[in-house]
């Protein structure tokens, strides 16, 4: 038994857009001379590299997985937005929703990405695996039914959940956003669910504008199955994991679910350029501690970490190089060049008062 690490060389070629950084070039955006959007290869690619220079990578179990099939996406997925989707990908690529281009072979390509979170919730559930990792590219969490957004182009962890469901294997899931940005997809595809509490860690105020209220605590069977943390810009280390600790784990723990998935962005770390967050690689190790923690004790261990965001080329792999290492155990690490860095730039005592005060807050209209 291992920790699996699903990932493929395929999902880096997702490509396309007319964008400068988050805006579509036109009017007064000049084009960038280099790269469009920020969700580029880059920081996944520098993450399997850098894992394969220290040697984690020969510690865990790599594999592959096929494109998801039709009948997985149509669990989630309207026939006609696929339809859509596959005809634009065949033509050459272009766009359906907001800053999600893609070029031709991008719909194989989501499949393949979805394909590599239903692969790795099934050899968990299975017991082939311990728990695993899926270096999934494009990302999923934003994507509805029908509208693709914030660079997402199918649910890969819906897919995921309803392909386990529809095989039996597991019946009640947790899914833990801590993307930067909040799980809206997510939220709305089990808002009226209560087999899925859906738990979104995310900046205040960030995208999508509209969504992400802690208020919004789902719909019928699935009220109270849905938790929003909006925590103020600058939240740090201290802050993240007082939250874990206080909020998100006693959920999770009253939810007693049979799989845990976490929507794993980086894009809270540091140097983000889409984000105002102060998390560091460590912030990311203790709360997959934690994480895995709350696995052992409540679902035999069972835990998918699912990649979502995180823009920083040069962070983001030492980010995910120390999940990496909580998730499977190992003692190959890769040092943080830019710990004493943020560790002087963490919030002072007084400003972590204050983000206590408001997570206890949050937690006080749950
Ligand atoms: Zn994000």
Redesign the pocket.
């Known amino acids: 038994m291992a920790t699996g690490f699903f990932w493929d060389e395929k999902c880096f070629w997702h490509a396309g857009g007319n964008y400068a950084f988050t805006l579509p070039i036109g009017g007064h955006v000049q084009p960038l001379a280099a790269g469009g959007l920020p969700e580029s290869p880059e920081t996944k690619r520098r993450l399997k590299n850098l894992m394969d220079v220290t040697g984690l990578s020969r510690a865990l179990d790599l594999r592959s997985a096929d494109e998801a099939t039709r009948e997985d996406l149509l669990r989630v997925h309207p026939a006609t937005y696929l339809d859509a989707f596959k005809s634009l990908s065949d033509q050459g690529g272009g766009e359906l929703g907001r800053r999600t281009p893609f070029a031709q072979g991008g719909y194989e390509i989501a499949a393949l990405s979805a394909g590599l979170a239903v692969a790795a919730v099934d050899a968990v559930l299975r017991g082939d695996l311990d728990n695993a990792y899926a270096l999934s590219r494009p ?1 999923g ?1 934003h994507c509805l039914p029908d509208f693709p957004n ?1 660079f997402c182009l199918l649910a890969n962890i819906a897919i995921a959940i309803e392909a386990a469901k529809a095989k039996g294997m597991a019946n009640r899931f947790v899914v833990l956003d801590w ?3 909040h799980g809206n997809g997510t939220e709305a595809i089990f808002y009226d669910r209560d087999d899925v509490l859906t738990i979104s860690l995310h900046q205040d105020g960030n ?1 999508p504008l509209d969504t992400g209220a802690v208020t919004d605590r789902g719909r019928g069977a699935g009220e109270g199955y849905n938790i929003n943390l909006p925590l103020p810009a600058g939240a740090g280390h201290t802050a993240y994991l007082y939250a874990m600790d206080s909020i998100v784990i006693p959920q999770i723990e009253a939810f007693d679910p049979d799989l845990i998935i976490v929507a794993c ?1 980086f ?1 809270a770390g540091a140097t983000d350029p ?2 105002r967050m102060l998390a560091t690689a460590d912030t990311f190790r203790q709360m997959t501690l934690r994480i895995k923690a709350a696995a052992e004790k409540l679902c035999g261990g069972r835990l998918v970490l699912v990649h ?3 823009y920083s080329e040069v962070y983001v792999p030492f980010c995910g190089h120390a999940t990496l290492e909580a998730l499977s155990g190992s003692r190959i690490t890769a040092a943080d060049p830019m710990a004493e860095a943020l560790r002087v730039r963490q919030p002072g005592p007084r400003f972590d008062a204050f983000l206590k005060g408001e997570i206890d807050h949050l937690a006080s209209l749950l």
Do not use: C, K
């Open positions: 990302p969490h914030g993307d930067v940005h995208y962005g894009d889409l984000a979502e965001g995180g």
